[in-house]
């Protein structure tokens, strides 16, 4: 039955991985996998590394990040909230989930710039 | 009894009873004629027929007053006090009086709906005690069920009947609201058709993941696409996630499907002891308290059973 091979499928993941990169060619992280509970801290990490930079534009390559959820969301808005005056967090094919958190409770933030392309 | 009792009260919320089209006119132009007269800020959110009733009763007027359609911004009546009554309160300048129509119970609200809607009707009172703010709630009497409008005797401290003439505000000696909020907190309906087709399974934090995975899977399966799909991806990651940090650790999730809505369920053993969580909107900058106030407003609906034994929150989202 199907739920099953799902099941055993998931059992692989049971614990979510969260792994971040330097970008080699700017300014930024690549951050791949999923930000939830046990992958928090990790993604705090990161966000308060792009905050510390000093350059005008921070880019994070997300479009190997497969979920984020509501606290993970509110720690990147935070962190987007901290930065000083010009600066700018570009992020870079974000999960949908992100997006759509993002647009309900942080819909004017100017400090993030989504970038689909 | 006590100087307390005296104090007051800047808030009001009567129910407004009416019978017909010609009483519902009556009793709601006049409520936003005065307000508009006095430079106050007005809202009307009722359902869409109602709603082009009271347009076309107010002419030119309509277009000072911000209307919405109750069916679509309060098709979940969890989300209305944080995405609709709240946020336009919120919205208005200091020192004038917010006032609202709103219309949370109509004909058609389903059995299965009626509790969320009459335990919201009972939470407007907690959530505005001491605001400069006036919320206006119509009830057809004609064709709302006499037990329906018996409760609303309950969760408003005044009410009007629109037919008297005088149009003028009583009070309620029926005024329980928190006996109202504990009355409908009651079991959850059994699933319809047959339970061992719904998914279910257990988790814990180290299997947080593949819970929403499944989830996920399943609901896909049952027909949610794009969106739909990604908002009961997030609300399964928020409700498993809360009963990991507040209900005991673990907890359990189901998934199935009735009629046009996929359902999804936590079941933890954790209490929710504070009514209004997730009815009240976050600050910009506030950190964290974001969980279920999103499931209220990604959801169509959403039923709580909470008691000393454990907590079922349901949510339904239309495939």
């Not at chain 2, 009947?161 to 329980?176: C, F, I, L, N, V």
Request: overall charge negative; hydrophobic content about 45%; aromatic content about 6%.
């Amino acid at each position: 039955m199907s739920v099953r091979d799902q099941a055993s499928s998931g059992a692989a993941e049971a614990v979510p991985a969260l792994r971040v990169f330097p970008l080699t060619e700017r300014n930024g992280l690549r951050v791949a996998g999923e930000v939830v509970l046990p992958t928090h801290l990790i993604w705090e990490r990161a966000l308060e590394r792009a905050v510390r930079e000093d350059e005008a534009v921070y880019f994070l390559e997300l479009s190997a990040l497969t979920f984020v959820d509501v606290v993970g969301t509110g720690a990147l808005a935070a962190a987007a909230q901290q930065l000083d005056d010009g600066r700018r967090l570009v992020l870079h094919r974000p999960p949908p989930a992100l997006s759509r958190v993002l647009d309900m409770f942080w819909p004017d933030l100017s400090a993030i710039e989504v970038s689909m392309s | 009894m006590s100087a307390v009792a005296e104090t007051f009260e800047p808030f009001l919320h009567p129910a407004l009873f009416y019978a017909g089209e010609q009483e519902y006119l009556d009793g709601t132009v006049s409520f936003v004629r005065a307000g508009l007269a006095a430079g106050d800020p007005v809202a009307v959110a009722v359902p869409g027929e109602n709603l082009d009733l009271i347009r076309t009763g107010l002419g030119a007027d309509a277009d000072a007053v911000r209307l919405l359609d109750m069916r679509e911004a309060g098709r979940n009546p969890g989300r209305i006090i944080p995405g609709v009554l709240r946020a336009f309160a919120d919205a208005q300048p200091h020192g004038r009086r917010v006032r609202i129509i709103g219309e949370p119970i109509w004909a058609g609200r389903t059995t299965t709906e009626y509790p969320a809607c009459v335990q919201h009707e009972a939470l407007i009172n907690a959530a505005f005690r001491g605001r400069t703010v006036s919320i206006l709630c119509p009830y057809d009497t004609r064709r709302l069920d006499p037990h329906v409008i018996a409760d609303a005797y309950a969760t408003h401290p005044t009410v009007i009947h629109a037919g008297t003439g005088t149009g003028a505000e009583r009070d309620s000696r029926a005024y329980a609201p928190e006996d109202v909020v504990a009355r409908y907190n009651e079991p959850l309906p059994p699933l319809l058709g047959m339970p061992s087709l719904a998914l279910s399974l257990s988790f814990a934090a180290d299997s947080l993941a593949p819970a929403r995975h499944l989830a996920t899977d399943e609901a896909a399966r049952l027909g949610l696409t794009g969106t739909r799909l990604q908002d009961l991806a997030l609300v399964t990651a928020e409700l498993a996630t809360n009963s990991v940090v507040h209900g005991g650790g673990s907890g359990t999730l189901r998934v199935w499907a009735e009629d046009g809505y996929v359902l999804c369920e936590v079941h933890d053993k954790g209490h929710l002891a504070d009514p209004l969580a997730g009815r009240r909107p976050a600050a910009r900058d506030q950190r964290g308290g974001r969980g279920l106030l999103m499931v209220n407003l990604v959801a169509d609906l959403v039923r709580v059973h909470t008691d000393g034994e454990g907590t079922t929150v349901r949510c339904w989202f239309a495939r």
